[in-house]
Structure formats: structure tokens, C-alpha cells
């Protein structure tokens, strides 16, 4: 056997590995919620990574259907957006103080946080949750739509064959080790209504209001897109509606 045929080999067995050390049991809410709880007369949103790609378009569609919207953000210069129903709030995540703070008087959450540490273990999306639940039950606020991805939990593979032998074990096997803990601490939490939304590759494309979600999205052969415009628009519906609460579909064109 030459060389190439044994790393090929080992790199085969790893990536194997890791994406079966990803699968957990879909999430699913321990409570049963009721089916008026939806959205109703409530007009208050926090929006977590409101300066990223999702939270950005978050923000400005949020603010287009009329609500009051807070934008929890690290650098405030870098929103840019400037609406009379938009107040920017400067916090961080790993800071509790500052997350409690921007909770207060809120009706729901939307978070999109991400990040760029590819390359090293972290915890900024579990800890970074970690806080928002703990301040969402602390100001009593009752629904989280959390923006989480493809590619972990009862959705490995969904992300195609060259994300799951070769984008995720090379660059992401950190990340997604931690969305998994978020993931874990989001579904077992109680007294929260909760949705993970599971998309593929994210593009900055045009929304366009037509994509598929539900449980079987996303193909274990061909990588799939959506546009952050349209992950956007979908985790707004799910202010409305809950038909997904406490659990974690997927979204793609
Ligand atoms: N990229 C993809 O193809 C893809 C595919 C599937 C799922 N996803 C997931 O979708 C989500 C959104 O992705 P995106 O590319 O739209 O987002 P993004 O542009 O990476 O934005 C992430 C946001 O999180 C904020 N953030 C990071 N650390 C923070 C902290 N400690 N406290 C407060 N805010 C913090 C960032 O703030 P700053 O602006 O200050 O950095 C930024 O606003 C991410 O969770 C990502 O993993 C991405």
C-alpha cells in the first residue's frame, strides 16, 4: 500500500468518525406547548449577531413587518441601520450583565450568532446560549428562534458529500462539536419555546419567500444554498407559528 493510499485511508476512517460522533436524537421540546402561544399580540424582539449576515437581514425585515426590534450587538458603528422602532444595545454574549440587560421587556429572541475561530476549540455558541436562556428565563421570555446548521444532530450529512469529508472534519470539527453542545442545551431546556432552524451553505443572495423546511431538507450527495435573506424570513415566521416548536428543522431552496 503506498503512502497516499494510507493517509487517504485514515483521513476516510477520521472524517467517518467524527461526522458519527456529531449524531445525537432530534431535539424535541419536553413540554408540550400549548397552541395559542404563538407569536399573537407580542411586538418585542431581541436579535443576537444583528451585525452578521442573517442578523443584519434579521434586523431589517423585522423592522419592514412592524416590530420593535433590539439589536444586541459588539460594535454598535457596525450596524448601520437607523430605524425610530430600532434601538442598539452594545453586549456580548459571554458577558451575562450585559445580555440580561438587553432581555428586559423583550417578547422573543432571534439569534444568529456565529463566529470566525475556526481553527481552535471554543465554546462561544453553547456558553454564548448558555447566557441567553438563562436571561430569556430570568426576564421571562418565552420563545427562542436560534439559527443552528445542517451537518450535526439527526441532520449529519444533510450538508453533501464534500462538506462532510472534507469542509467538516478539516474546518469546522470545532465549530460544529460546539453547536452540538448548544444544540443539546437549547433542546433540553424547559419553560422555553424553542426552534432550531438547520440551514445549508448560506449565500448573500436576494430573498426570495420560496425555499423547503422541515425534517428531510438538505441532500447527502449534492451541497445545498439559501440565501441568509431567506433563512431570515423563515426564522420571522416561526415568531408566528408552532408548527416547529421544540424541534429543529431544516431550510433550503
Ligand atoms: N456560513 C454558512 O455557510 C453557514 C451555514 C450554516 C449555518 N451557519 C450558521 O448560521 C449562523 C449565522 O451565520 P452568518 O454567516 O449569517 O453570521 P456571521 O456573519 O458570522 O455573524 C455572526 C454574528 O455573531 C456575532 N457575535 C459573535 N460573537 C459574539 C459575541 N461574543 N457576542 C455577541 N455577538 C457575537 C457577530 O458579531 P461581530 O459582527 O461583532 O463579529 C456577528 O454579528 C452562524 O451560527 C453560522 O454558523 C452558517
Known sequence: MTCW??????????????NLALIRKPPRSKKITPPSRGWGNRTSVLIIGATGGTGRQLVEQALEQGHQVTAFVRKPAKLKIDHPKLRVVKGDVLDYTSVEAAMQGQSAVLSALGHKRFFW???ILSRGTGNIL??????????????????????????????????????LPFYLWDRVRQETLIGSNIGI?????????????????????????????????????????????????????????????
Not at 421571562?140 to 446548521?149: A, G, K, T, Y
Not at 448560506?202 to 439559501?226: D, E
Open 134 to 171: 438563562r436571561a430569556m428565563k430570568a426576564c421571562r421570555v418565552p420563545r427562542l428562534i436560534c439559527e443552528s446548521s445542517l451537518g450535526v444532530g439527526n441532520a449529519v450529512g444533510r450538508l453533501g458529500l464534500p462538506a462532510t469529508f472534507f469542509f467538516v472534519p478539516l474546518i
Open 5 to 18: 493510499q494510507i493517509i487517504l485511508i485514515g483521513w476516510l476512517c477520521y472524517a467517518i468518525g467524527y
Open 193 to 253: 419555546d424553542w426552534v432550531l432552524v438547520r440551514p445549508p451553505v448560506l449565500t448573500n443572495r436576494a430573498r426570495q419567500g420560496k425555499y423547503r423546511h422541515g425534517f428531510n431538507v438538505g441532500n447527502y450527495i449534492w451541497p445545498r444554498r439559501i440565501s441568509r435573506a431567506d433563512v431570515a424570513d423563515f426564522m420571522l415566521s416561526q415568531l408566528n407559528d408552532d408548527a416547529y416548536v421544540g424541534t429543529a428543522p431544516g431550510v433550503c431552496y
Open 121 to 123: 476549540p471554543t465554546k
